[in-house]
């Protein structure tokens, strides 16, 4: 019986090295999503990436915001962690699964504080074709003094694409 408090193989660790994907090329793929945010309160907005026809490995996500270089110009100090990922609400999803469920959670407490990322060590595995979409919901606007603006996000999907055959995109039949 495998003990379970020793690591797994490293082909059975990681996804893309599964037995299944012996007739597949790996092919590193980054997949952006970009959501402009309106400063006011409450402000919401939304986008997606359309990922391609190949199975596609997430290792990890990373994410960054204009809203915290403009609060860093504003004040003249460096900031420590994000006051963007603090007060912005976040939730990801595919046409299948809402990764968080109908509760939206903190950027920062996510995906790490300013300029951070989630690494998914085993990785997740989409089919292809699917929509990845980030949806962002600002609380308020950190700090008394600055200027609220719109804020530019983005949300980088990394990992790997597994081509099958041809090795050429779009060849996974």
Do not use: C
């Not at 200027?147 to 039949?173: C, D, K």
């Amino acid at each position: 019986m495998p003990n379970p408090n020793e690591a797994l193989p490293r082909s059975e660790d990681e996804l893309e090295l599964n037995p299944q994907w012996s007739g597949f090329a790996r092919v590193p793929a980054w997949y952006r999503v970009e959501v402009a945010l309106g400063g006011e309160d409450g402000a919401h907005n939304a986008d997606s990436v359309q990922l391609r026809p190949e199975p596609f490995v997430l290792k990890r996500i990373t994410w960054a915001t204009t809203g915290d270089a403009l609060a860093d110009l504003n004040s003249g100090i460096a900031l420590g962690g994000s006051l963007q990922g603090r007060t912005v609400q976040v939730q990801w999803e595919d046409e299948f699964t809402k990764f968080f469920g109908n509760r939206p959670m903190l950027v920062s407490s996510v995906f790490g504080d300013s300029n951070g990322f989630l690494d998914l060590p085993r990785g997740m595995i989409f089919s292809g074709k699917q929509t990845l979409s980030v949806n962002l919901s600002r609380l308020f606007w950190p700090g008394a003094n600055e200027t609220r603006a719109t804020t530019l996000w983005h949300f980088i999907f990394s990992g790997f694409g597994l081509l099958r055959g041809e090795y050429q995109s779009g060849s996974a039949g």
